[in-house]
């Protein structure tokens, strides 16, 4: 079974510094790994995902994540926070194309000005 | 792209009450659909999976007679919180896999439960 887990429930970082979002995953088989924004009482925004190919994925808004096998990783990162930024951040993992989508804890991630 | 649409956005009900959360896949056809809930500051629960035309897969500790899901058509999925208890208040969100590997998600409902 897959399995996500995010280090760190709460990340604060300054505007303009680096955002570094950790996300390590558990499967059994070539996961699909997937990262979503989520504002206060709304859905789940995608913002990139890695299924196959590439291992460095490129989202929306100016964040990356790059896929580690050997790590089991998929960390997301953001060169310079905007106060926008701030938000919740799930990691989330799927076995298959159409199977569950498996979420971690979530980040908090806190943007100082 | 794909859209879900998920109604209500909002709902308040009487304890003992039944509420329903319908979820719609407005330009594809979602053949499964993922259920969830959310605490909050929490993550998502996966609840339940609903497949057209078949019974859902529950989750373990998801009570079925609680949470009863149907999926009758390709392009509608349901969840009804059956006598509703405070307990139940939570934000649920449904997700369905679309045609880019990917997943596409309602805007949640926050169900309040009084």
């Known amino acids: 079974a897959q399995s996500v887990t995010q280090l760190g429930s709460h990340v604060s970082v300054s505007e303009g510094a680096l955002v570094l979002l950790r996300c390590n995953y558990s499967s059994s088989v070539p996961p699909y790994l997937f990262w979503y924004v989520q504002y206060p009482n709304q859905g789940l925004q995608l913002l990139l995902k890695?299924?196959?190919?590439?291992?460095l994925v490129k989202g929306i808004n100016g964040f990356e994540a790059e896929f580690k096998k050997s790590e089991t990783s998929f960390h997301l990162t953001k060169p310079s926070a905007h106060m926008s930024d701030a938000a919740e951040y799930f990691c989330?993992?799927?076995?298959?194309?159409?199977?569950?989508?498996?979420f971690g804890q979530g980040t908090t991630l806190q943007v100082k000005p | 792209g794909a859209v879900v649409s998920q109604h209500p956005s909002r709902v308040i009900c009487k304890s003992g009450t039944s509420v329903k959360i319908e979820c719609r896949s407005l330009?594809?056809?979602?053949?499964?659909m993922f259920w969830y809930r959310q605490f909050p500051k929490k993550s998502l629960m996966l609840m339940a999976t609903?497949?057209?035309?078949?019974?859902?897969?529950?989750e373990q500790g998801v009570e079925k007679d609680k949470f009863l899901i149907n999926h009758a058509s390709l392009t509608l999925s349901t969840l009804t919180v059956t006598s509703a208890h405070p307990e139940d208040s939570s934000f649920y969100i449904c997700?369905?896999?679309?045609?880019?590997?990917?997943?596409?998600f309602g805007s949640g409902t926050r169900l309040t439960v009084v």
């Open positions: 609903s497949n057209e035309g078949s019974k859902a897969t529950y």
């Open positions: 997700s369905a896999p679309d045609r880019n590997y990917g997943y596409t």
């Open positions: 989330a993992v799927s076995d298959a194309p159409t199977g569950k989508l498996i």
């Open positions: 330009d594809f056809q979602a053949t499964t």
């Open positions: 890695y299924t196959t190919g590439a291992t």
